[in-house]
């Protein structure tokens, strides 16, 4: 009777001390790994060890959430979903080799380039998701919302702290570059932050347009070219070449209804399925 009572209060002290500690994990699995290591007569420390780990893989896994989600990602992408073979242009080594994120440590940048619906953006988040699994910072934008909040944080006086959080990151995606065109202080803010990342944050930017018509986003020539230079300065560059995906899919579609047995199921598809279906291609 008294054991069991001494028993009880020190759980009740562990589970306190553990709290203060801040080790939820090791509090909720010490009594049963306890019961399971006097079972297996485990020693003391193997029981310890296998507490530390527990608690290490959970906090690991609530981190990796965490950078997922402080990403701010559109979608999740998968490279795994990406068929490179509707994208010859785009060679899968190199994509390969950029997920290992070499690339971020040596403060290099990713460009692609290419038409509307050739994979840009699913590349950029795949490249980004495979860094943020690496447990490197991660900030996805639309090159638009961050001009906007660009403007927004200079007329509050807030431009210090956007600046502070964006020099922070490892890895910033700048998605759709020249969709609209920056206004003139809008281009500026952007180009400032492309130049304070320069040989500290690594970039993946995306864009439909081709160097020669940069000016158009940028307004002045000189800034272009300062931009260009700092951007392109170490950096892969990646032609998305051909044409829509989502456009070859859909023609891929209506010519084979005929043939494919379950064609008119198959052309009554949603092309946005494509995503949860891991991008296989019909063809
Ligand atoms: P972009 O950014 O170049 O305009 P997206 O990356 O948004 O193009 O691609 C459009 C859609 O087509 C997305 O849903 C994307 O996942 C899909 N997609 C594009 N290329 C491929 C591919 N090679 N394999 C699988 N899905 C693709
Ligand atoms: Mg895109």
């Known amino acids: ?13 562990l589970h306190h001390h553990l709290k203060a500690l801040r080790l939820p994990t090791i509090t909720a699995e010490c009594e049963k790994l306890a019961r399971q290591a006097a079972a297996d007569n485990a020693d003391h420390l193997t029981y310890l060890l296998q507490l530390c780990e527990l608690e290490l893989l959970e906090r690991e896994r609530k981190a990796a959430e965490r950078r997922l989600k402080a990403a701010h990602f559109p979608t999740l992408k998968s490279l795994e979903s990406f068929d490179f073979s509707a994208r010859p242009s785009v060679n899968r080594l190199l994509i390969g080799e950029l997920a290992r994120c070499e690339y971020i440590d040596r403060r290099e940048n990713v460009l692609f380039v290419g038409n509307p619906g050739t994979g840009k953006t699913h590349l950029a ?3 980004a998701m495979a860094a943020c699994s690496r447990g490197y910072r991660v900030r996805f934008f639309r090159l638009t919302e961050l001009a906007t909040l660009l403007m927004e944080a200079r ?3 807030g431009l210090l702290g956007l600046r502070a959080r964006l020099a922070k990151l490892d890895l910033l995606v700048l998605d759709e570059l020249g969709y609209v065109p920056a206004s003139k202080i809008g281009a500026e803010l952007l180009f400032d932050v492309i130049s304070s990342a ?9 864009t439909n347009l081709p160097f020669e018509s940069w000016t158009e986003v940028f307004g002045s020539e000189r800034l272009t070219g300062a931009t260009l230079d700092r951007l392109t300065h170490r950096c892969q560059i990646i032609e998305t070449k051909g044409e829509s995906y989502r456009l070859r899919d859909a023609k891929a579609r209506i010519s084979k209804p005929a043939t494919d047995e379950r064609g008119g199921s198959a052309a009554g598809r949603e092309p946005c399925q494509r995503d949860t279906e891991g991008g296989k291609t019909s063809s």
């Open 125 to 127: 988040i795949s490249l």
């Open 1 to 13: 009777m008294l054991m069991k009572q001494l028993e009880t209060t020190s759980m009740v002290l």
């Open 155 to 157: 007329d509050e006086r």
């Open 198 to 206: 320069y040989e500290r944050t690594s970039l993946i930017v995306t």
